[in-house]
């Protein structure tokens, strides 16, 4: 089942950055990241082009992606996978795989924090709305 979590902050934010070493994968977009530890895929609505353990699939996911405005973010609570929807019928699936860590994390700088636990469940911390109430005088 898909979550209630709004992602609306997400679409058309541009993927800035792409950066990798043997056990992550970490996204910057132009307002938030997405750090993966887990293993993860990209795809078209037809086929899947490549994944995480695919022989040169980190260079590919940083040439695929750079540059490319995301869509959509959708998120299924239970295993907590992502899907983050981009241009030209492109999807990164990020599925959790792991029970001993923290598969992936989604943040905001303004507090929004999604994260993926082991064993599949979630944790989401909202931003705090501030609201300015001027007073009358």
Same mark, same amino acid.
């Given at each position: ?5 709004? !992602? ?8 800035? /950055? ?10 910057? !977009?132009? @307002? ?14 037809? @086929?899947?082009?490549?994944?995480? @353990? ?24 239970? &295993? ?12 990164? =699936?990020?599925?959790? /795989? ?10 905001? &700088?303004?507090? !929004? @924090?999604?994260?993926?636990? &082991? ?7 909202? &931003? ?6 001027? =007073?009358?005088?």
């Amino acid at each position: 089942m898909n979550s209630s979590i709004d !992602f609306s902050l997400f679409a058309g934010q541009i993927v800035n /950055s792409v950066e990798f070493d043997n056990l992550s994968s970490h996204l910057k !977009f132009s @307002y938030g990241a997405l750090h993966i530890e887990c293993f993860w895929r990209v795809r078209t609505r037809e @086929y899947i082009l490549y994944g995480k @353990y695919d022989a040169e699939a980190l260079p590919r996911l940083r040439q695929d992606l750079m540059g490319c405005t995301v869509t959509a973010v959708l998120h299924r609570e239970f &295993p907590s996978d992502l899907t983050v929807e981009l241009r030209d019928d492109l999807y990164l =699936e990020v599925i959790c /795989s792991s029970t001993l860590s923290d598969n992936w994390q989604l943040t905001r &700088p303004d507090g !929004f @924090y999604l994260v993926a636990s &082991p064993s599949g469940r979630y944790t989401f911390w909202e &931003p705090e709305l501030k609201i300015d109430i001027a =007073e009358d005088t």
